[in-house]
């Protein structure tokens, strides 16, 4: 099953590695892996980089050549799109929520080194003004591709079917009880989910919630399950979804979207220390935070075999230094 009927261009390094973390998991006394999806190699790497390599392939099947998407100052998504972009010789178009800050830090600094052209929308950091720039740049004669918030379609979720199946070739011989991940816009979530079944996969799969949103259409869960039966279609199987198989932990939302509390700071903390591994602040420091108190409060138990998708997010460290506990860290007076 290679889905080769959908275009798909390369962009990262395949398989990322499955790694265990011994450390961390003596610290923690649970057998606990990563995948090592930081480790796609697109411009410092990340889970957008599979869903590009699908939705990209589309636009240059369809003959675009320019390529607008949105998100946040800090997106990650936004980043790895304007390295992509680059590389394949496309205009690319990033709408960021908020307002240009003083100085370009963490992605913010690296869209820029890429030759994007950046657009501030205020109060809409989820592309809502994505029409109207694409009006306006076919107007100019381009050929403009949407690639839509988080790279979240069908396509990008296309590409976390895959995913599994990779980790299903590497993992032979090992039987994680549990996959815990970030889930924020859905396309990672909706392809675990319909590659675990696709690949009879026995772990449960943790989405940890990151971004509590209300202002859409439809409840984020109900969005998830939505986008795994689309996918499902897309390529060409009958499998659904009942709303009792998506897991979606709400508890770890903490003071909101990109706020760095103590729970996030002591995940960051202790993956660095233990492992030299680097999370980042706003997806998978929240994601390990909710995985160390899981096993804390015996939701998972002792000795599981449980599996962390990291899925990147680092770059954004370097525009957090105000809410990144250094405490944490050994500086000693001298
Ligand atoms: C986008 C992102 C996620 C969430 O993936 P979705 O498919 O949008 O749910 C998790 N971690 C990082 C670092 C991301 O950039």
New binding site residues.
């Given amino acids: 099953m290679d889905y080769q009927q959908f275009p798909k261009v390369d962009l990262g390094f395949f398989p990322t590695p499955l790694v265990k973390l011994p450390r961390l998991s003596q610290a923690l006394g649970c057998e606990i892996w990563m995948k090592r999806d ?1 480790m796609t190699g697109l411009a410092f790497g ?3 980089t599979r ?1 590009l390599e699908y939705i990209l392939g589309d636009a240059l099947a369809k003959g675009c050549d320019t390529i607008i998407t949105a998100g946040a100052a800090q ?3 936004c980043r790895q799109t304007a390295a992509a972009a680059a590389q394949l010789n496309l205009e690319c178009h990033l709408i960021l929520g908020g307002e240009q800050p003083d100085k370009a830090q963490g992605n913010l600094l690296l869209d820029n080194l890429f030759g994007c052209h950046i657009h501030w929308a205020g109060e809409n950091r989820k592309g809502e003004d994505i029409p109207a720039l694409y009006q306006s740049l076919q107007a100019e004669g381009k050929r403009p591709y949407i690639v839509p918030y ?3 379609n069908e396509l ?1 979720a296309l590409a ?1 079917v895959n995913a599994v199946k990779e980790l299903a070739e590497q993992s032979r011989g090992l039987a994680f009880s549990r996959l815990i ?9 909706a ?1 675990l989910m319909l590659g675990k079944r696709l690949f009879n996969q026995a772990f449960e799969l943790i ?1 940890i919630n ?1 971004d509590k949103d209300e202002s859409a259409d439809l409840p984020f869960d109900a969005q998830i399950l939505e986008l795994a039966r689309k996918t499902a279609v897309m390529a060409g199987s009958t499998e659904t979804f009942s709303p009792r198989e998506l897991i979606l932990n709400p508890n770890y939302l903490g003071e909101g979207y990109g706020i760095v509390g103590s729970r996030e700071n002591e995940a960051i903390a202790l993956t660095a220390q233990l492992e030299g591994i680097l999370l ?1 602040p ?3 420091g929240r ?1 390990m935070a909710g995985l160390i108190d899981m096993i804390r409060t015996g939701a998972i138990s002792r000795g599981e075999q449980v599996l962390f998708w990291h ?3 680092a770059p954004s460290l370097f525009a957090y230094t105000e809410q990144l506990d250094l405490t944490q860290g050994k500086n000693q007076p001298i």
């Fill in positions: 930081d990340g889970n957008k869903k997106s990650n998504h988080g790279g979240s990008g976390f991940f970030a889930s924020s816009s859905g396309g990672t979530h392809g989405g990151i980042d706003v997806y998978t994601a899925t990147g997010g």
